[in-house]
């Protein structure tokens, strides 16, 4: 019938596809050849050693694809993929730590595809190098995802990057330290509370994000009060009319399904008949509107009454509607619309959630670790006595407590749990060929070569970090060997075992005054990295460690957190079985941290807050 009305038959369109396909493989084959010779000779002229991979790392086919190549590469020798597949292993960067570059014995190499070079470096020397000299590039393409509402800080680069710094840095003062140590105190209270309510580790990462997001709210934008905090902490919260999720329910589902919402249309979203798509549209559409209604209510107060517009930098909201808002005729704002609610939204995500993942991992370290745990709390008692959590201010107390032992645990969780395991820069494409420096060498990169700094191996390079023997008199108990756990693979990278707070206070007493230890680690430059370094550094670095410090010390003060333990019938002596929660508990803070938007502590480890006993 077909051929009578002269169109190709059935098998005629299959050999046709065929044909197609087979065209098609020869054509992305002989382009990946090509492609691949050519980056080998980039490659060369750097002078670096490098590896071919058969991926482009970043590329869209890689990312769809390695869901079903992954298990097959990882199903054959290991011999034939060791070198390499680490290296396409992103979501494991932070697993893997520095064993890629011990393996290839090398701390800064080339690695090349036919997408393209990536520079692989943890040698503090070339980190350095990367943050600090501004030829370098950021590739904000891969860091769009953010800009889901409207560019943002860091989904952009050059000067569009560095105005939206400009208009926000006057922020982090130490005007907003000081509230932000307060109101720290405040909000962890409040975490306590809920902390000690049983089953209350089931919830501890949504517990702690919630936290931390309310703080941020609170400093940030005048947004959210404590009793709205104390309403989400027993999920209790109101939800205002014309909307179906909190706050907090709208942005932390965004951030579960930014990907989604950045890759699928959002039409297709809200017509989707599948309820996690579906889901995900609500979450956007209603978290664009409480951004929206936060900027507008804040417009309007400011435009009624000018006087209560906060003093120079007190708010980021009014610094961001300021630069929104034109001085008179001549002048256009220096913001959008788009651009302010890009800032809000990339603040709500930034400001908050690696903070909430460092508190969970604190918390679950110090359960592992006992003995740390009760010296930091004799060190709290020694510089805070008995007063009151409500009486201790930033001026007064964080110095203090960021240069003894709280400091000492806080800049330790940061070395192993680099919440970002790798900061992307680049070598901008269309300008001139950038050269690094290693070990006296200089090494021309092309244009286009993406550099991934690595700190999970940079905090983990042996020479820098190398492993120490614990003083006698802080783990001499039965405890102290970690065989168990440094002997399992799935422990990798070993972050409970290697957990050693003593090394920031190495050249100290042990002993901290209340003006605060002067011998404090203080890391080589380049060596220790959590908050990145130079124009794209953190800014809200100090915020971070300023909210940190003021809720451990609440915390721990009056509380301590312990394993919850199983004794399986009475069969296991009450340490064998403590033992065996903490190996699932180190399992948990090893084979159970993901990273997605950053690295976190995705299972639940039993623990428990009681009061102190000693
Ligand atoms: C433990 C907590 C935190 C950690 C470990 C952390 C870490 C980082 C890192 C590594 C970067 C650079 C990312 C990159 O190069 O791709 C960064 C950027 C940034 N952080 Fe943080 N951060 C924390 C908390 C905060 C807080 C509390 C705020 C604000 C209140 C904040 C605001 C920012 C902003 C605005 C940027 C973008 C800077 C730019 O792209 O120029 N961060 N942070």
């Not at 390499?84 to 064993?99: A, I, M, S, T, V």
């Not at 860091?154 to 922020?171: H, I, M, N, Q, W």
């Not at 971070?544 to 394993?563: D, G, P, Q, R, Y």
């Amino acid at each position: 019938m077909l051929d009578d009305l002269g169109l190709p038959s059935i098998s005629q369109l299959t050999s046709l596809c065929l044909w197609a396909a087979s065209i098609g493989s020869v054509l992305l084959g002989l382009w990946s050849s090509i492609s691949l010779l050519r980056h080998i000779r980039l490659a060369q002229s750097t002078g670096l050693p490098f590896v071919i991979l058969p991926f482009w790392l970043l590329g869209g086919p890689w990312q769809l694809a390695q869901f079903i190549v992954v298990p097959v590469l990882k199903a054959l020798p290991e011999r034939l993929t060791r070198n390499w597949l680490p290296l396409l292993l992103f979501n494991e960067f932070w697993h893997n730590g520095y064993e890629p570059f011990e393996r290839l014995q090398a701390d800064t190499f080339m690695a090349v595809s036919p997408g393209g070079l990536i520079l692989y470096t943890c040698d503090p020397d070339v980190n350095v190098q990367l943050f600090r000299d501004a030829s370098f590039g950021k590739p904000a393409e891969l860091l769009s995802i953010l800009n889901v509402y409207g560019p943002t800080i860091t989904g952009t680069d050059g000067p569009e990057s560095r105005l939206y710094r400009k208009v926000t840095a006057p922020f982090f003062s130490d005007k907003t330290l000081r509230r932000v140590f307060a109101q720290s105190v405040s909000a962890a209270k409040i975490l306590l509370a809920a902390l000690l309510r049983p089953d209350a580790h089931r919830q501890l990462r949504t517990l702690s994000a919630r936290v931390s997001l309310n703080t941020l709210s609170q400093i940030t934008f005048h947004y959210q009060s404590d009793s709205d905090l104390t309403q989400a902490l027993a999920f209790d919260e109101n939800i205002p009319e014309g909307k179906t999720l909190s706050f907090s329910q709208a942005l932390h589902g965004l951030l579960e399904n930014l990907g989604v919402v950045f890759v699928v249309p959002r039409w297709i979203l809200r017509l989707s008949p599948f309820r996690p798509l579906h889901h995900a549209a609500v979450c956007y559409s209603e978290l664009g509107s409480y951004m929206d209604q936060l900027k507008r209510a804040r417009e309007a107060t400011l435009s009624k009454d000018p006087s209560s517009k906060s003093s120079s930098g007190e708010d980021l909201l009014d610094l961001l509607i300021q630069a929104g808002t034109s001085t008179d005729e001549k002048h256009k704002p220096v913001l959008t619309n788009a651009q302010i609610i890009g800032q809000i939204f990339l603040f709500m995500f930034a400001g908050h959630e690696a903070n909430a993942n460092l508190l969970v991992s604190i918390i679950l370290l110090l359960a592992c670790h006992p003995a740390i745990q009760h010296t930091m709390q004799r060190d709290l008692d020694r510089l805070l006595g008995d007063t009151s959590p409500d009486t201790w201010s930033y001026d007064n107390n964080y110095s203090a407590l960021m240069q003894g032992t709280v400091g000492a645990v806080i800049n330790e969780a940061l070395r192993l749990f680099t919440v970002i395991p790798v900061l992307p820069k680049c070598v901008p494409p269309g300008g001139p060929w950038l050269s690094i420096t290693v070990k006296g060498q200089r090494h021309p990169l092309p244009p286009n070569t993406i550099a991934l700094v690595n700190t999970s191996a940079t905090h983990r390079h042996p020479e820098h970090w190398p492993k120490r023997r614990r003083p006698a008199d802080v783990d001499s108990d039965s405890r102290s060997s970690w065989s168990d756990i440094r002997n399992d693979p799935r422990q990798r990278p070993h972050a409970v075992a290697d957990f050693d707070p003593w090394r920031w206070l190495e050249g100290t007493s042990g002993e901290t005054t209340q003006t605060g230890s002067t011998n404090f680690l203080k890391p080589r430059a380049g060596t220790f990295i959590p908050f990145s370094d130079g124009s794209r550094g953190c800014l809200g670095k100090r915020f971070a460690l300023v909210e940190v410090c003021a809720m451990v010390a609440t915390l721990f003060k009056t509380h301590s957190v312990e394993l919850v333990t199983e004794p399986e019938h009475g069969v296991k002596g009450e340490e064998e079985a403590w033992l065996e929660a903490r190996r699932r508990a180190a399992l948990a803070l090893s084979e159970g941290t993901k990273f997605d938007t950053s690295l976190r502590v995705a299972r639940t480890v039993p623990i428990r807050f009681v009061p102190r006993d000693d």
